[in-house]
């Protein structure tokens, strides 16, 4: 006798339809984002030789990885490919530092302050730095490679400093039965949960000499001795006309000011003002508009972020609410 066939509950069709529409759709935007980087390049200004301005963004954390189904954000990599572009650009005439961030990684400030530094020295070519909704620890740590800084009237900046956040876990095992062994080839591969004070010694060197390169720059590009310095860098935050009164910025003004000051003072008027962007594809966009309409998904990334700002053990030069 022939065994009847199982029904497919509608469930299971209706999961098998649309990992068939979201697979056709991963392998066409795929497809889509090779041939538009091919042909899109870095901007407009190389394919018809005009003379440009081009800016450059950092917006958020510096050094953040994008979530697969999270907004992109600042992407170091890319960023500094760029500004590696436009040292070899003939129409390039100077780059715009946009920034939005709260800073970040101390590796991946200084690489990218350092790339800019000798995109200047290479070119000759002038740096200026715009600072929007926040520029601060790493984010200011980067605008100190600009020739001239500017800061929004309503832009928080500041925040000198560098943290290094470890979470301590200990009481919380202790109450749930858990209990964390390591294997270790000495006393501190191993560091924290808890810190002891031979650790905390040891990590509060490493802060403070990224500390101290940190206050070293600031006080060589802003044309202030150490000591002063090193009050104003006590992590604080402060107001753009702050900022202003204490020589760590040149300018309180807006995009459009920062960016005719540029013009007038390099002979920069004929040149076009082009915006150096990561461009999402079709897949990109789709993906980030899945994980807003995704509670569980959201949950996750934040989870994720937390933890990642908050027990990463990594040295940062970021402002930390």
């Known amino acids: 006798m022939e065994k009847p066939k ?15 529409v979201l697979l056709f759709i991963a392998a066409w ?17 190389t394919e018809f030789g005009y003379e440009s301005i081009d800016v450059v963004y950092v917006n958020g954390v510096i050094g953040e990885e994008s979530s697969f189904f999270s907004e992109a954000s600042y992407n170091h990599n890319w960023t500094i490919e760029q500004i590696n572009r ?26 990218l302050y350092l790339k800019l530094k000798e995109y200047k020295e290479i070119t000759g070519r002038p740096v200026y730095a715009y600072m929007a909704q926040m520029a601060a620890s790493g984010g200011y740590y980067v605008s100190m490679a600009a020739d001239k800084v500017f800061a929004n009237r309503m832009t928080m900046t500041g925040s000198i400093g560098v943290i290094m956040s470890m979470m301590d876990t200990t009481v919380l095992e202790e109450k749930i039965g858990v209990k964390t062994d390591n294997i270790v080839s000495g006393k501190n591969k191993a560091m924290g949960n808890p810190l002891t004070d031979e650790q905390r010694k ?3 060197d490493m802060v403070d000499e990224s500390y101290g390169i940190f206050v070293n720059i600031v006080a060589e590009n802003r044309g202030l001795d150490l000591e002063t310095t090193k009050k104003l860098a006590d992590g604080r935050i402060y107001t753009a006309n702050q900022a202003k009164e204490l020589k760590l910025i040149d300018e309180v003004g807006n995009f459009e000011s920062t960016v005719e000051d540029l013009r007038i003072n390099y002979g ?11 461009e999402q594809t079709f897949w990109d966009s789709f993906l980030a508009k899945v994980g807003k309409n995704v509670r569980f998904l ?14 990463s053990g990594k040295l940062m030069y970021y402002y930390k609410r």
């Not at 715009?96 to 690489?111: A, F, K, Q, R, T």
């Not at 959201?298 to 027990?311: L, Q």
């Open 86 to 111: 436009l040292m070899d650009s003939e129409s390039n005439r100077a780059i715009l530092l946009y920034v939005n961030s709260p800073g970040g990684g101390v590796y991946e400030s200084d690489e």
């Open 29 to 45: 935007g795929a497809i889509l984002s090779i041939v538009i980087s091919n042909v899109a390049g870095t901007g407009f200004e």
């Open 298 to 311: 959201n949950e996750f990334d934040s989870i994720k972020e937390y933890i990642y700002k908050n027990d």
């Open 6 to 20: 199982k029904r497919m509950n509608k469930g299971t069709t209706v999961a098998i339809v649309i990992g068939s």
């Open 268 to 278: 920069l008027e004929d040149c076009e003002v082009y915006d150096v962007i990561n």
């Open 202 to 204: 040891i990590l509060q």
